[in-house]
């Protein structure tokens, strides 16, 4: 089956603009960079086949938004320094999954995946940071890992507790692996107070990113200080007032949507309306014996429901992400483990057998 992205109309402070939503993959590298390309001034002269591409089409197919991409890489001068062929190869894996591994520190873990945003000279940045003034002495025991580092420690610290295994620092182990446990458990939606306050501060104002979070991948832009994400969810492809989501919280609780003007939706609008009109006007129903009084408060009642399903689904979503952010977690540590444990077993079946060799051969001597 051909894989596509169904295209949107927004406007962005009143600039009309077309962006690429989200397939059944959900937020992918590929989306988030095309989409930074695509609404970013000052890669417009650079990518004028991209905006061509999707302005003309209601859908984009994958291998069309790939080639296309390719042709700005190779003539992107940005990547002169860098093997364009070797990086060019990899933007397939865009959209099925790339392998970036943050650091505990606010950077990444450098290699040849990093190396593509670069080659379109887009910034990547997360939030999942420890800070080092609150807690200075988890700083000191988790900041210093990536993510799969962190991950090898703790298998480490299970092999230590649970297999007796010897370590020279086996102490050390227990003790970061403690801390890192805890802090996974503290910031499950891979996103910390301090790391909010950290893309505050490195991201330059009206500037867009691509922000890493819950292993995957947005478009973010700073407006007067304040952080967004673009919305490229599918099921808001007709709400053309629905553009941006705010980055406010780390739970999501404050995340309203807004327009491309940076408006409160109508959505969030109507419940104002629809509470204060209510408040202020408590007998206006009733002071006219003419009027239905659950008619006329119907629509208000209508709008609030409305208001109410859209924010539930808003949570739902970001719980969603959540949970499968944390299992994503506890998957990678069940595998590490797991392929720990037979690389340890075939080892052990492989010393087995050349001890059998050993004595078979002695055998043989004896006889003769």
């Not at 990086?87 to 790339?98: D, S, Y």
């Not at 994400?229 to 949507?257: C, E, I, M, N, P």
């Not at 109410?308 to 299992?327: F, G, I, K, P, T």
Request: charged share 25%; proline share 2%.
């Amino acid at each position: 089956m051909d894989i596509s992205f169904s295209t949107k109309s927004i406007q962005i402070n009143g600039c009309q603009h077309k962006i690429l939503l989200q397939n059944q993959n959900g937020p992918c590298a590929l989306l988030a960079l095309a989409n930074v390309l695509l609404l970013a001034p000052r890669h417009a002269a650079e990518v004028q086949e991209l905006i061509y591409l999707v302005s003309r089409n209601e859908s984009v197919a994958l291998q069309d938004l790939v080639q296309v991409l390719a042709n700005i890489g190779i003539q992107n001068q940005h990547g002169a320094d860098t093997d364009v062929s070797q990086l060019l190869q990899l933007l397939p894996q865009l959209h099925t999954g790339l392998n970036i591994n943050p650091k505990f520190n606010g950077s990444f873990e450098d290699g040849v995946e990093m190396s593509i945003f670069r080659l379109y000279n887009v910034a990547i940045v997360h939030g999942w940071i420890i800070d080092s003034e609150s807690d200075p002495v988890v700083y000191g025991h988790v900041s210093k890992y990536s993510y799969e580092d962190a991950q090898k420690v703790l298998i480490e610290a299970y092999e230590v507790q649970r297999n007796n295994l010897q370590v020279a620092n086996s102490e050390q182990v227990l003790e970061d692996a403690s801390y890192i446990r805890s802090f996974f458990a503290r910031s499950a939606t891979q996103l910390t107070e301090y790391g909010l306050r950290h893309l505050q501060e490195v991201l330059v104002e009206k500037s867009f990113a691509v922000l890493f979070r819950n292993d995957h991948f947005s478009t973010i832009y700073k407006n007067n200080g304040e952080l967004f994400t673009l919305v490229t969810d599918l099921g808001f492809r007709d709400r053309g007032d629905v553009v941006w989501q705010a980055l406010k919280s780390v739970s999501g609780s404050q995340d309203a949507f807004y327009t491309g003007a940076f408006i409160p939706t109508s959505l969030e609008r109507t419940r104002t309306t629809a509470t204060s009109g209510t408040q202020n006007q408590p007998d206006s129903f009733v002071s006219n014996p003419f009027s239905d009084r659950n008619d006329a408060r119907a629509p208000a009642t209508n709008e609030i429901q409305q208001i109410e399903d859209d924010e539930l689904l808003a949570r739902r979503l970001q719980e969603e992400e959540d949970r499968e952010a944390v299992s994503s977690i506890q998957r990678r540590q069940d595998q590490a483990i797991r392929k720990d444990k037979q690389s340890k077993g075939k080892k052990a079946r492989s010393k087995n057998g050349a001890k059998r060799s050993k004595k078979e051969k002695l055998k043989q001597c004896i006889i003769m």
